[in-house]
């Protein structure tokens, strides 16, 4: 009976493996992560481009507000 058992493990474990290759295997998943790592790298520069702008938006306004004051304390 135990003979029996290992057998089937045996059996079990090689299927297992090759239905793992068949999946893809480990090449599979280093594509998987480069195409992850990708992809994290362009939504980093998006982001930074974007923050970028809010902050050069920002600066304007602040630089218009100052400007307001300005002429407001002239005419006033």
């Known amino acids: ?14 299927i297992a493996t090759l239905a793992y290759r068949r999946a893809g295997g480990i090449s599979d998943l280093r594509n998987q992560v480069e195409s992850i790592g990708s992809l994290r790298e362009k939504t980093a520069d998006l982001l930074s ?28």
């Open 1 to 14: 009976m135990t003979t029996l058992n290992f057998i089937i493990a045996i059996v079990a474990l090689i």
């Open 49 to 76: 481009k974007l923050e970028k702008r809010l902050r050069k938006e920002e600066a304007e306004e602040k630089l218009e507000e100052k400007l307001e004051e300005k002429k407001e304390e002239s005419t006033g």
